[in-house]
């Protein structure tokens, strides 16, 4: 298969994270005989120093016209500490949202077998968690209406959701459900917010042309708490924006990183791919940063073209580099020697030469391995 992919790694530690998973998507192509052609732009901050433009006309081009996106991470420092900022890195990512219609964002989270210690959770707490998040990300209060008076001394911002935008992503949720477990949950505030009622009525609505799926409701402080106290008992949640947004956040700590999280935004016509962490400025350059979300996420796009065969052989690559501890700081204690890079190269190498693992990578960390 031939596929033109969009690459924006953005900023702070998104280009090093990035760069691995063409490494990845590289070695996927030369075993598979696939042509993955990638078109670099430029978004958030880093388009902003260059163009004074957060999301370019050329970077929406060029997304416009490849067959996916993958995408880095944005954000810096300067413009977090400064709230009167009119141009933000952010509203790139944003704009790019809602400019390919990606109005579905899915977010895996699971808790590894090989991880369980390093989670902050108990171990018998987390042990079996496999959720599949849908947030919806075209709506909601991120795009309603803003409004700062005019002395500045008060603000709103409006959360309005139509019929339709809740029915698209439903679909989704149901049809995600239906292959998994069968249970839904739709988190909300239906006991205090008028978007949420809406959001129930018409789920439910759509829940009957789901009747193998079990609907089921939580209110979203209820659900940050039950994402602790038991987060095994969720299958699919679906989701607004903003709750969507920080209940994965939260959920991203039972696998023990949030360097671990991969995401797909979907929509009508275009699909993109990127990492739910940041862009971890503290961290840049420092060859820390956990690739695996990023390369996790290259493993959806390939799903999202349906080459199953080669988005699992990804997925096993990343659970045999947990495995061997081949893994950043972040979840490895106990060598510290392995950096991003590293952790791209061991991954390549597996998805080419799988079967040669246990026999070069027993001495890996004492350098003798014949593979990195
Ligand atoms: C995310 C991020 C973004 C969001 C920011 C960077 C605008 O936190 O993808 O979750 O809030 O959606
Ligand atoms: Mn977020």
């Known amino acids: 298969m031939k596929l033109e992919i969009a690459v924006l790694s953005g900023d702070g530690i998104g280009p090093e994270v990035t760069e691995q998973s063409k490494k990845v998507l590289d070695a996927i192509a030369h075993k598979f005989d696939h042509t993955f052609i990638y078109k670099e732009a430029l978004v958030g901050a880093i388009a902003i120093d260059k163009t004074g433009n957060p999301l370019p006309d050329e970077t929406l081009d060029i997304c416009g016209n490849t067959d996916a996106v993958l995408f880095g991470s944005i954000g810096h420092p300067k413009y977090d500490n400064d709230p009167s900022a009119k141009i933000r890195p952010e509203q790139g990512l944003l704009k790019l949202r809602k400019s390919l219609g990606l109005y579905a964002n899915i ?20 042990e079996g968690t496999d959720i599949s998040i849908y947030r919806e990300l075209t709506g909601g209060i991120y795009f309603g209406e803003k409004n700062l008076s005019k002395d500045g001394n008060t603000a709103s911002d409006l959360c309005e959701y139509s019929k339709h935008e809740i029915e698209r992503i439903a679909h989704l949720a149901f049809k995600a459900a239906h292959s998994r477990s069968k249970k839904l949950t739709l988190v909300d505030k239906a006991n205090v917010l008028e978007s949420s009622r809406l959001w129930r009525k018409v789920v439910t609505e759509i829940g009957e042309k789901y009747p193998e799926v079990a609907l089921d409701f939580l209110f979203v402080d209820n659900a940050a708490m039950q994402m ?5 008992q969720f299958d699919v949640i679906l989701t607004e924006n903003m709750f969507g947004d920080i ?15 991969a995401s797909a935004s979907i929509g009508d016509k ?18 820390i940063a956990n690739p695996i979300a990023s390369i996790l996420s290259a493993a959806m796009l390939l799903e999202h073209f349906e080459l199953s065969e080669e988005a699992e052989l990804i997925r096993n690559a990343v659970d045999k580099s947990l495995k061997l501890k081949i893994s950043t700081p972040d979840i490895n204690t106990e060598y510290d020697n392995v950096t991003t890079s590293k952790v791209g190269d061991f991954i ?6 799988p079967e040669d693992t246990n026999i070069n990578f027993q001495n890996i960390h004492i350098g003798q391995s014949t593979i990195i």
């Not at 977010?107 to 987390?126: F, G, N």
């Not at 275009?270 to 060859?287: C, D, M, N, R, V």
């Open 228 to 232: 602790i106290l038991n987060p095994s």
């Open 270 to 287: 275009f699909a993109l791919f990127e990492p739910i962490h940041g862009s971890y400025p503290q961290a840049t350059g420092k060859g």
């Open 247 to 261: 209940i994965s956040d939260e959920a991203s700590v039972i696998g023990g990183s949030i360097g671990l999280l």
């Open 107 to 126: 977010r895996p989270v699971k808790a590894y077998e090989t991880l369980l210690d390093k989670s902050p959770l108990k171990k018998e707490i987390i």
């Open 348 to 353: 390549a190498d597996y998805i080419e030469y």
